[in-house]
């Protein structure tokens, strides 16, 4: 990752991505050391599936938040940050609480609307966000952040950043879309396992992108 950030190499950033995944052994074994993100990405998918089969009102009120289905969805999300992923604890808690809230803030900026107007499409690109960003905060805590800092020039650790996303949201996108799923279609049984693979499905295609580089 040091040589991307240096030249501005996105096969660089694949590559760095990629080595990650391999010297944690693989999709699966780097996918077990996102617990808390995967516990995360579990209740997003259950939000949604309540959302599409009871409404939003009701699919709040499991978290004493009903009050809230009609306020604006960053507000809403943040207070259901704190309901599935408590300030505190451990890195992967960390990681994930900010996966959830960088990918809000993210849709927010564009316009996400109040939360009892979301689409199934938006309740998806959350989801899609926060298993992104969980795999991006764990590869920058794990070896990212040093490298990427190594360089002075603000603009080219903002670019190195970009690219290693942007690969990311590209594998797990892929890997969704492959599966044939709906997250507002999954019943409880099925949502862990789901979230797992796909985790692991994310994480071995960017191993073996990086490996091609």
Same mark, same amino acid.
């Given at each position: 990752?040091?040589?991307?950030?240096?030249?501005?190499?996105?096969?660089?950033?694949?590559?760095? &991505?990629?080595?990650?995944?391999?010297?944690?052994?693989?999709?699966?074994?780097?996918?077990?050391?996102?617990?808390?993100?995967?516990?995360?990405?579990?209740?997003?998918?259950?939000? &949604?599936?309540?959302?599409?089969?009871?409404?939003?009102?009701?699919?709040?009120?499991?978290?004493?938040?009903?009050?809230?289905?009609?306020?604006? &969805?960053?507000?809403?999300?943040?207070?259901?940050? *704190?309901?599935?992923?408590?300030?505190?604890?451990?890195?992967?808690?960390?990681?994930?609480?900010?996966?959830?809230?960088?990918?809000?803030?993210?849709?927010?900026?564009?316009?996400?609307?109040?939360?009892?107007?979301?689409?199934? *499409?938006?309740?998806?690109?959350?989801?899609?966000?926060?298993?992104?960003?969980?795999?991006?905060?764990?590869?920058?805590?794990?070896?990212?952040?040093?490298?990427?800092?190594?360089?002075?020039?603000?603009?080219?650790?903002?670019?190195?950043?970009?690219?290693?996303?942007?690969?990311?949201?590209?594998?797990?996108?892929?890997?969704?879309?492959?599966?044939?799923?709906?997250?507002?279609?999954? *019943?409880?049984?099925?949502? *862990?396992?789901?979230?797992?693979?796909?985790?692991?499905?994310?994480?071995?295609?960017?191993?073996?992108?990086?490996?091609?580089?």
């Amino acid at each position: 990752m040091t040589s991307g950030t240096k030249n501005g190499s996105s096969g660089s950033i694949r590559r760095g &991505a990629g080595q990650y995944v391999a010297a944690s052994g693989g999709g699966r074994a780097a996918a077990r050391q996102l617990g808390s993100s995967r516990a995360l990405a579990g209740g997003i998918a259950g939000l &949604a599936s309540a959302i599409s089969r009871d409404g939003p009102t009701e699919a709040l009120r499991r978290f004493n938040l009903e009050s809230l289905a009609g306020a604006p &969805a960053q507000d809403v999300f943040v207070a259901l940050t *704190d309901a599935l992923c408590p300030p505190g604890g451990t890195i992967d808690e960390a990681i994930a609480r900010d996966a959830l809230l960088e990918t809000i803030a993210d849709l927010a900026s564009k316009g996400i609307g109040n939360f009892d107007q979301l689409t199934q *499409d938006d309740l998806q690109e959350i989801f899609i966000g926060v298993v992104s960003r969980s795999i991006e905060g764990r590869i920058l805590n794990e070896v990212g952040t040093n490298s990427i800092k190594l360089s002075p020039d603000i603009a080219a650790v903002d670019r190195a950043q970009k690219m290693l996303r942007s690969f990311i949201v590209g594998c797990v996108r892929d890997r969704f879309q492959d599966s044939g799923e709906s997250v507002s279609s999954l *019943d409880s049984g099925q949502i *862990d396992g789901f979230v797992s693979d796909l985790y692991a499905a994310s994480l071995d295609l960017m191993q073996t992108m990086g490996e091609a580089e």
